[in-house]
């Protein structure tokens, strides 16, 4: 599966941004698609994760309530909307892809070696 993310860019502090991703898959039903970022020196952070079957969402403790994830099985796409964005959000957002069995969804979704599928990043730059 390729993955195509889109949307990033430069945003002033408590802006707002939304990421796209573009599968290319004939269906999303059955995948887990998230989105991770990360910063030089650092780990992949996992951020969001939708299942396509359900549209069950998870977050992250550090973007719950700002972040929204969502899914257009139609158009394959997943997309994130990031409202009232930080400096210390700045990162390369990557979106990736995998098949997660439901039940394992909670226990997995974060865990980045999981992944089989990944995009390409986008840069989203918070400046101060």
């Known amino acids: 599966m390729q993955l195509v993310e889109s949307g990033g860019g430069l945003v002033q502090a408590g802006g707002s941004l939304l990421l796209s991703c573009r599968a290319s898959v004939f269906t999303l039903d059955g995948y887990a698609i998230a989105w991770f970022r990360q910063i030089p020196g650092k780990d992949r952070e996992a951020v969001s994760c939708?299942?396509?079957?359900?549209?069950?969402?998870l977050y992250s403790n550090s973007v719950k309530g700002r972040f929204t994830i969502s899914s257009d099985n139609a158009k394959h796409t997943v997309s994130l909307q990031m409202n009232s964005l930080k400096p210390e959000n700045t990162a390369v957002y990557y979106c990736?892809?995998?098949?997660?069995?439901?039940?394992?969804?909670?226990?997995?979704?974060?865990?980045?070696?999981?992944?089989?599928?990944w995009g390409q990043g986008t840069q989203v730059t918070v400046s101060s």
């Open positions: 990736a892809a995998e098949r997660i069995p439901p039940q394992l969804a909670d226990n997995y979704w974060s865990s980045a070696p999981v992944y089989d599928s």
């Open positions: 939708i299942m396509a079957r359900d549209g069950t969402t």
